[in-house]
Structure formats: C-alpha cells, structure tokens
C-alpha cells in the first residue's frame, strides 16, 4: 500500500507543478515502453527474411525497421529524462514550502516535545532529501510495467505459456518489496531521534555565537566529535540492513530468473524453433531487462515509502493556519493557581501561582534561578501548557481563543532573545503583522529601545544587514542584538508586555532609560519584568518573590525590603 501511495503522490506533485511536462513525458515514455514488443516484431521479420534472402535487398525493410527504433530510442530517452529533473526540481520545492507552512502553524509546546522533533527532523529531511527524486523512479516504473505488459501481449501470440511465466515473473519483486518495506520502516523509527540530534549539534558549529564561545573554549572538537558519532550511530542503523534487504532482492532474482527461463523453454518448445522462436527469445530477453529495471526501481519506491510515511507524518501535525493577529487592548490578566511539573522532575517547578494584573500596572517576578519564574512567563505566554490551573484575558482563557489570537495578545522578550541576521527593518517588521509600518513608526520604536543612534550609524540606516557573516552585514554585541530586540517589541505593541531580562546586556546607563520609558509609557498596557537588578523594582506596582515554584512573598519594594524576608536576602546587597 505504501508503494501506490508513493507513486500516486509523486504523480499528483509533478501534475500540479508541470501538467504540460507530465504529459510530454507520459507521452514519450509509452513511446519508450513500446520499444520492446516492436523489438519482438521486427527481430522475428529480420530473422523470417535472413532464412530465404539472397540480397541484402530482402532484409532491408526489417533491418531499417530496426535500426530507426534504435536510433529513435535515445533521444526520446533523453528528452524524457530532462523533463523529469525539471520536474524533480518543482517537487522539491513543493515539499519543502508544505513542510515550511506546517511548521509555522505549531506552537512552541509543539517544537519542544522531544518526540514531535524527531518526527520534523525525520520529515524535514525526506522533502529536502528523497522525495522529489523518487518521480524519476515512479516514471521508469510505470514504463517497466507497460514494457512488461507490451512483451506480453506480444508473447501470447507465440505462446501463451511463455507469456503467463513471463507475467509471473514479476510476483518475487512484489513479495520482496513489501518485505524490505517492512525493514527500512523499523529502521526510520530509530534513526530520526538521531538525525535530529545531528542536525542540532551541526548548528552549534556553524551558528556565529555558539561557535566564537566554542572557539574560545577550545570545544569546537567535542562538538565535531559528537556530530560524527551521531552520523556514525545513524550509519551503523542502516547497515543493519543492507544483508536483510539483500537477501530478499536475490531472492526474488533467483526466483525471476528461474521464470524467465521457463519463459524462455515454453517459448523454444511451443513455435518449434522457427523465426519466430527467433524474435520470441529476443522479447523474453527484453523481458529480462524490464523486469530487471521494474525490480530496481520498485525496490527505489519502497526505501523511499518509509520517508514518505514521515513527511505525511510532519504533515499530518499542521494546525489551522490563521493569519497573524495583534490584539488591541487587554484590560486584565489573571493567572489562577497554576502548577507544573516537568516530565522527570520529581518537584514541582511551579505551585499554585495566583496573580491579577489590571491595564496600567508593572509587576516584576523575582527570584533565584531555577525558582519558576520562567516557567510562570511560558505558561502565561502560552510556549507551555501547565498542568493545572488557569490563565484568562478579559475573562478569556486558553481555551476560548485560538493559539494564534492568544499569543497576539503578547509582546515578549525572553532572556534567549532573536539574532535575526535581517536587515535591521525586517527584524523589527517580524514583530508586527502589519505590512503599513512606517519610518517614523521604526525610528520611534528604536528611541524608545535606545537603538536610534546606534542605527543612524551604520551606512544602510534601517536598511542595513546585521551579521557579519553576510556581504556588508555589521556585526552587533549581545546588548546591541538585544536593544534591537526591545525595539521590535515597541513596534509591536502589544496589550501585554512579558519582558525576562530586558537589558541583561545593556549597559547601565541605556538600562536607566529603557526602565524609564517602560515606565512612562505603561499607562496603554499590562506588563510583567523579570528582573534581577534592584533598583529596576523600585518603580514596580507590585512585586512577587518566587521560590522554589511558590510565590512566597508580595508588595512594593520599599515593604519587602522592610521586612527582612526572602526578598532582603536576595537584594540586601544591590540595596545597601
């Protein structure tokens, strides 16, 4: 079954990208499958007129016959051949786009189980890799089929016992494919997980910020030499089943072969070793060539149906697409005794986390790392779904509103915050849906990162590439890349603002102006600040001490402070 799917897949892709190439190549590919059975008929006539000529004038006629079929032959092949790698390109891109729209429908919650990442990395890589160059073998399978069935025709006027050991002939190669189906199935079971893992730690190595920290730790070999085992786990998996699939692929030989020759006996016995016999021989040998090429290219189709499954698996993970949507106005954000544990933890990373946060409020989450404060931010944003409680917008929770309308609700910046190697508007343009954003509303956006000046210096001004991997890119710092971060934010403006760490890399002297703006501005929505830095709390309208996943302390900064609790002994220091 997989094989049909395989080939009718194929079929519909190379049909919606190229109908007229399709049909070219339909055409000259029964064309070629015909050439067999008119071999079978011309060899008989050549050979019925070499026994009575006396005249190269008495084979000419079957003889040209013959010769043109060659010479016609090649060509068409050729041109055949050209259409269906344009086809095989328009295929691939195809594939790739679907993989692509299905992978920006998921949510983080997605991307983040392990088990859903070795299914993308296993699909990723089929439509990259192995897909699109399955047409070819589709095509070539179809003709060796027409081939087949042609040879056949031919040899039941000869001799119908032939033909039937000729049709025969082709039910190994179908047993031995479903058979080696089966083994290349199992075996991208276990190589996806790996392959994903590959792909990660090959990042690292090219990836500018991790390689310049792997360069000064002198660890960029560590990583070289995991990505070799990996590959090296990946090899060893698949030669398991080289032998297996071998196996069965000379088995079906002997076993094909063993028809042919019956073929051929049926034949040679049944026209009484005339002319005929001649051309009859010659067909149970083109025979051989096509159900030898049908074998080898089904025995293509069936490695590639096990890729196949996994891209249909990807597919099959997609989500409604909806269009981006940035909501306008939130007037309450309430978090109701929410609780997570993660999947091998024993402890809760967060216990029953209450918290109401009306339009026009700052409130700063605080705590050591590893208290919860994270997985607070993630479970509000929506990258987590915690276990137990419940978080609402005006009323509305999770439930109520699609994915995507939830997180419009949201402008974030985490501590791993986007180095988009864009020019410096496409960066801030990925923060808004609009398509209308103006100059003026960027350079605002950037005054109020602190980033104006900083861009007013580079030559491009906001059409400037940032990375200095690309040609006339700029390289930028980690506080740089963040500020260009903050102001994307701004552009977005969102009802809800979660900033973990928003100037974790910026200087003090910008961090007074950016908390200053927050500030400010914070009359048009609701906002949450993690923050380690005490003085960025003294303006917050409340602050919450977590620890250990509970929040375990609540008030301004001046009453924590006063009352020598968990918050004193984390700030005492920053406050004296």
């Known amino acids: 079954m997989g094989i049909f799917a395989v080939g009718a897949w194929c079929i519909?892709?190379?049909?919606?990208?190229?109908?007229?190439?399709?049909?070219?190549?339909?055409?000259?590919?029964?064309?070629?499958?015909?050439?067999?059975?008119?071999?079978?008929?011309?060899?008989?006539?050549?050979?019925?007129?070499?026994t009575g000529a006396d005249s190269f004038d008495d084979v000419a006629a079957p003889f040209a016959g013959l010769v043109l079929l060659i010479a016609f032959t090649g060509p068409v092949e050729a041109i055949a051949g050209t259409m269906q790698w344009r086809v095989v390109d328009l295929i691939g891109l195809h594939s790739k786009r679907e993989v692509a729209d299905t992978l920006a429908t998921l949510p983080p919650t997605v991307l983040a189980d392990p088990v859903a990442a070795a299914d993308i990395e296993a699909g990723n890589k089929a439509a990259e890799e192995e897909l699109s160059f399955l047409y070819p073998f589709v095509l070539s399978l179809l003709r060796d089929i027409l081939s087949v069935v042609g040879v056949f025709l031919t040899l039941a006027t000869m001799s119908p016992l032939a033909a039937v050991f000729v049709l025969i002939s082709l039910l190994p190669m179908l047993f031995a494919s479903q058979r080696i189906s089966r083994i290349s199935s199992r075996m991208w079971d276990d190589v996806g997980k790996l392959y994903w893992r590959s792909r990660y730690l090959h990042q690292h190595l090219?990836?500018?910020?991790?390689?310049?920290?792997?360069?000064?730790?002198?660890?960029?070999?560590?990583?070289?030499?995991?990505?070799?085992?990996t590959v090296g786990q990946i090899t060893a998996r698949k030669s398991q089943t080289y032998l297996p699939m071998l196996s069965w692929r000379l088995l079906a030989g002997a076993a094909t072969s063993l028809l042919l020759a019956g073929a051929l006996a049926a034949l040679v016995v049944g026209v009484h070793y005339g002319p005929a016999a001649a051309g009859g021989v010659y067909g149970v040998m083109a025979a051989m060539g096509a159900v030898g090429s049908l074998g080898a290219n089904l025995g293509n189709i069936v490695e590639g149906s096990a890729p196949y499954e996994r891209y249909e698996t990807l597919l099959g993970m997609r989500r409604e697409a909806r269009d981006p949507s940035l909501a306008r106005d939130a007037h309450s954000l309430v978090v109701s005794g929410i609780s997570h544990t993660y999947e091998g933890q024993d402890a809760a990373s967060l216990v029953g986390l209450d918290l109401r946060i009306d339009k026009g409020r700052i409130?700063?989450?605080?705590?050591?790392?590893?208290?919860?404060?994270?997985?607070?931010?993630?479970?509000?944003?929506?990258?987590?779904?915690?276990?137990?409680?419940?978080?609402?917008?005006?009323?509305?929770?999770?439930?109520?509103?699609?994915?995507?309308?939830?997180?419009?609700?949201?402008?974030?910046l985490t501590q791993e915050f986007g180095r988009y190697e864009l020019t410096v508007r496409e960066s801030l343009q990925l923060g808004t849906p609009r398509r209308d954003v103006s100059d003026e509303e960027m350079w605002t956006a950037l005054e109020a990162a602190n980033a104006a000046h900083m861009v007013r210096g580079f030559e491009n001004g906001l059409d400037q590439q940032l990375g200095s991997q690309w040609d006339g890119g700029v390289g930028l710092s980690g506080g740089q890349w963040q500020r260009i971060s903050l102001a994307r934010i701004h552009l977005r403006a969102a009802p809800i603002w979660i900033l973990d760490e928003p100037t974790s890399a910026i200087d003090a002297e910008a961090e007074q102006d950016i908390f200053r703006e927050l500030q400010r501005s914070k009359a048009g929505r609701i906002t949450i600040v993690v923050s380690h830095r005490a003085w960025t709390l003294r303006g917050m309208d409340e602050i919450l001490v977590v620890d250990q996943g509970r929040v375990i302390e609540r008030g301004r900064y001046d009453e924590l402070l006063g009352r020598g609790g968990r918050f004193t002994e984390i700030f005492a220091e920053q406050a004296a």
């Open 206 to 229: 090219v990836t500018t910020a991790s390689s310049i920290e792997l360069t000064s730790l002198g660890a960029n070999g560590q990583i070289s030499s995991k990505v070799t085992g």
């Open 363 to 412: 409130v700063a989450l605080v705590g050591v790392n590893g208290a919860g404060k994270t997985t607070a931010v993630n479970s509000i944003v929506g990258t987590l779904d915690p276990q137990f409680g419940e978080i609402s917008i005006d009323g509305r929770t999770r439930a109520d509103m699609p994915f995507q309308e939830w997180v419009g609700h949201f402008g974030t």
């Open 12 to 50: 519909r892709q190379a049909w919606a990208a190229a109908p007229c190439m399709v049909a070219a190549a339909a055409v000259l590919g029964l064309l070629v499958a015909a050439v067999p059975s008119l071999q079978v008929v011309l060899m008989a006539q050549f050979v019925g007129a070499l």
